[in-house]
């Protein structure tokens, strides 16, 4: 939101004015009006403009019953420097359910809303909060920025709840899923949603991660992609404000059964999966404790990867003791219908291993000469034991054979601009 105090009144008759009125705000008259992309509010007594607001920062109009005239307040989520604030106006005028109609449709569609249009749009969603204190604490921050919202909320005390009502939620009923919870809870939530029976319409329907626990990692990856500092408020208001659109899925098959597993983010195996599923909770702990111990305890496993790319198929033998097939990351594209794989080039021993640990100390990164980088849209692993652990989006599975293929724009999220 920009500060017009002190400046000339602008021209009310302005060929982009789309609609104006009158209000009070503070005691005080005002001309509201409305263009393509901002509201502008205007003071009457001294024809300066107050405030200008973009349209894609402002969050909704609820209504408001103030006596002895009714009035409605807006809500905003505007930048000031490099941070957003939240603020709310309320305005009293006789015309508070016009305004209302006007704002939402400006919000979301860009136009007035049509001559007969009665009903008041309200981006609804399904959210998903389980009940562990940072999940809570959390959804303390973001739930104003839903003010003008519709909000079906299940509290999750076992994430089997949440995976039994995807099952069968009616998805005509919602624009979104919200997660808000801890790791892999927005992993179940994604493959309850894509197994379901009419799985190829669910698919469609975008789920975004509210920042906790492993959710961080995606969450800062689609902040970035839509041009947002990561926090759990830029989280909500992408949810709030931004367009579904399309990612890259991979879908991960086991040869022992039929079982199929979806990932929205990674697969990991070695000493990734190990630190990854064995650390504590807390994310210090995982970086720090845990991968040192698992450094002196070093273990190297023996397996088969093959993969296809554009020049045919090729195949790897070697002792893994790095494996990362990453969906999406601050370095890969997310919707190119690729995984990109980093895996000990050679026997890279402890050393270079952290080396490889601070590199990516803020997240996995490609280029990285202990690596070696594979892009592939289908790959295969077959380890020649059963020995340590999958993680697949931070949700623990036996080792075991595996085909995997990614799912080019399979998935959907929410995102302010054109995403990955």
């Known amino acids: 939101m920009e500060d017009f105090l002190n400046k000339p009144l602008l021209q009310e008759f302005s060929p982009h004015t789309l609609y104006s009125g009158e209000a009070i705000l503070c005691k005080e008259s005002m001309k509201l009006i409305v263009k393509p992309d901002s509201f502008l509010v205007i003071s009457l007594a001294t024809s300066t403009a107050i405030y200008q607001m973009k349209w894609q920062d402002i969050l909704g109009a609820i209504p408001q019953s103030t006596k002895p005239k009714k009035g409605f307040t807006l809500i905003a989520f505007h930048k000031k420097s490099n941070t957003r604030i939240l603020e709310r106006f309320l305005f009293l005028t006789n015309d508070s359910d016009y305004w209302v109609l006007i704002i939402q449709s400006m919000c979301y569609f860009q136009k007035l809303p049509d001559e007969y249009e009665y009903d008041v749009y309200r981006r609804r969603f399904k959210v998903f909060l389980s ?9 303390r921050q973001v739930a104003p920025i839903f003010i003008a919202c519709e909000l079906a909320i299940s509290r999750i005390q076992a994430h089997s709840q949440a995976v039994e009502t995807t ?24 493959n309850a949603l894509y197994k379901r029976s009419d799985g190829e319409q669910a698919r469609l329907c975008p789920v975004f991660p509210i920042s906790v626990g492993y959710n961080e990692e995606i969450a800062k990856i689609l902040c970035k992609k839509s041009n947002e500092p990561f926090s759990p408020e830029n989280c909500a208001f992408i ?61 190297k496993y023996n397996a088969s990867l093959k993969w296809t790319d554009e020049d045919g198929e090729h195949e790897h033998n070697d002792r893994f003791i790095y494996f990362l097939a990453l969906n999406m990351s601050a370095d890969c594209n997310g919707d190119d219908g690729k995984n990109d794989i980093l895996v000990n080039s050679g026997d890279i021993g402890r050393k ?49 054979n595996i085909d995997a293929e990614v799912l080019k724009q399979y998935g959907t999220v929410f995102a302010l601009t054109s995403l990955l």
Do not use: M
Not at 170 to 182: E, K, N, P, T
Not at 390 to 397: A, T
């Open 239 to 299: 949810a709030a404000k931004g367009t579904p659109l399309p990612i890259d899925i991979t879908e991960i098959k086991p040869i022992s059964s039929d079982e199929i597993i979806y990932s929205i983010y990674s697969f990991s195996w070695a000493f990734t999966a190990d630190v990854e599923i064995t650390s504590e909770t807390c994310r210090v702990f995982r970086k720090t404790l845990n991968s040192a111990w698992r450094l002196i305890s070093l273990k």
């Open 352 to 400: 270079g291993l952290v080396h490889v640990l601070y590199k990516q100390r803020k997240g996995p990164k490609l280029g990285i000469d202990q690596l070696k980088h594979i892009s592939a849209s289908k790959w295969s692993l077959r380890p020649n034991s059963k020995r340590g652990i999958f993680s697949v989006d931070s949700q623990s599975y036996p080792v075991e």
């Open 167 to 190: 099952k069968t939620l009616d998805l005509s009923l919602y624009d979104g899923i919200l997660v808000v919870g801890c790791d892999n809870l927005f992993h179940e939530v994604i």
């Open 131 to 139: 009940q562990t204190s940072k999940a809570l604490q959390i959804w």
